[in-house]
Nanobody, 123 residues
């Protein structure tokens, strides 16, 4: 069993930055992929970014390329999402997830999920 806890969300003005963190605990093992998703009210959960265990494979949603950066510190079992140049359209609950096969973009390919952290971007 793996537990994931997100933190770092909050209220920020358009153009500002936030860094989200996701700490993993439990029987994490190794070689797992970490991903970030978000879900706005009334919308489906949306893939944002994923990073392989070794850090050699990264993928991003096109709309956040150049603004968001995913990274991980395996010694701390923590993954990060640095978000710059935030827009009101980025307002959502942000979730981290862990998967054990490839570097998928589909939510159902991930096995464990955090509780989510709210990000609100004001105009």
């Amino acid at each position: 069993q793996v537990q994931l806890v997100e933190s770092g969300g909050g209220l920020v003005q358009a153009g500002g930055s936030l860094r989200l963190s996701c700490a993993a605990s439990g029987r994490t093992g190794n070689s797992y992929t970490m991903g970030w998703f978000r879900q706005a009210p009334g919308k489906e959960r949306e893939f944002l970014a994923a990073l392989s265990w070794s850090g050699d494979i990264t993928t991003y949603l096109d709309s956040v390329k150049g603004r968001f950066t995913i990274s991980r510190d395996n010694a701390k079992n923590t993954v990060y999402l640095q978000m710059n140049s935030l827009k009101p359209e980025d307002t959502a609950v942000y979730y981290c997830a862990a998967g054990f096969s490839g570097v998928p973009v589909q939510a159902d390919r991930y096995n464990y999920w955090g509780q989510g952290t709210q990000v609100t971007v004001s105009s």
